[in-house]
């Protein structure tokens, strides 16, 4: 019986050397999770394996520019990924400010950063999984407004959308930051994209770390970076008042 993930899984590894998980962790590798999710759709081993395995892609697209025969290795290896309840609508953007501080997650930088540069901001707060909903809405929702970013995810789903994009660090004048914000990064993923953080912690961040010494130790405004790394970022900073 043959399966989407036969030929990644007979596959000589042709494009292991392209897959930065690979570099820190050999079951990481395309070839190795194609495997499992063989074994997977063919009902050998139990789907919460299978997805796992999945879980390893950081879904950074290398493994699909190196490979010689145009495989779709990506879309197959997120195949057992659970899909993610995405919102029907989005939240308005608070106040009337021509830039807008997008506050992901729990942190709420807005007014630290309006009293920081004596500038008025508008403040926008997305829900879970944003990044899903068409890029129209959003993009329609930032229409003629500067969105001010602390999060790689969230600045690749606006630029996507043609939205005008500052990081933080940036805006406040501080520092030089790096990111995954460009979806294909010139280095390997950190580790801390996509669910690889929660469900390998142990590769992500060795891989966390070698992404650290390649980028030359600069400041991570990406909050995953942050995480990864064990690093204070640019909200930390400026929440902190320094």
Request: net charge negative; with cysteine.
């Amino acid at each position: 019986m043959s399966t989407p993930y036969d030929t990644c899984a007979l596959c000589p590894r042709l494009c292991r050397h392209a897959c930065p998980v690979a570099t820190v962790w050999e079951p990481g590798a395309p070839s190795a999770i194609a495997e499992v999710l063989r074994d997977g759709a063919l009902g050998r081993v139990d789907a919460s394996l299978a997805q796992l395995a999945a879980l390893a892609c950081t879904d950074c697209g290398a493994c699909q520019e190196a490979c010689a025969i145009d495989r779709p290795v990506p879309e197959l290896l997120r195949k057992f990924v659970p899909k993610v309840e995405v919102p029907t609508q989005l939240p308005p953007i608070a106040g009337t400010a021509s830039e807008v501080a997008v506050c992901s997650g729990d942190r709420r930088w807005a007014e630290a950063f309006a009293a920081q540069t004596g500038r008025a901001v508008a403040s926008w707060t997305p829900p879970a999984n944003w990044h899903e909903t068409d890029s129209k809405t959003f993009g329609e929702l930032f229409s003629g407004r500067t969105a001010i970013v602390a999060d790689g995810e969230d600045a690749r789903a606006l630029r996507g959308a043609g939205v005008v994009v500052v990081w933080l660090g940036d805006a406040l004048g501080w520092v030089t930051e790096a990111s995954c914000s460009s979806g294909r990064p010139a280095l390997a993923c950190c580790g801390g994209r996509g669910p690889l953080r929660d469900a390998h912690p142990e590769p992500a961040a060795a891989l966390a770390q070698l992404w650290w010494a390649r980028s030359g130790g600069q400041t991570l405004a990406d909050a995953r970076c942050r995480r990864a790394l064990g690093r204070q970022d640019v909200v930390d900073q400026l929440l902190a008042g320094t």
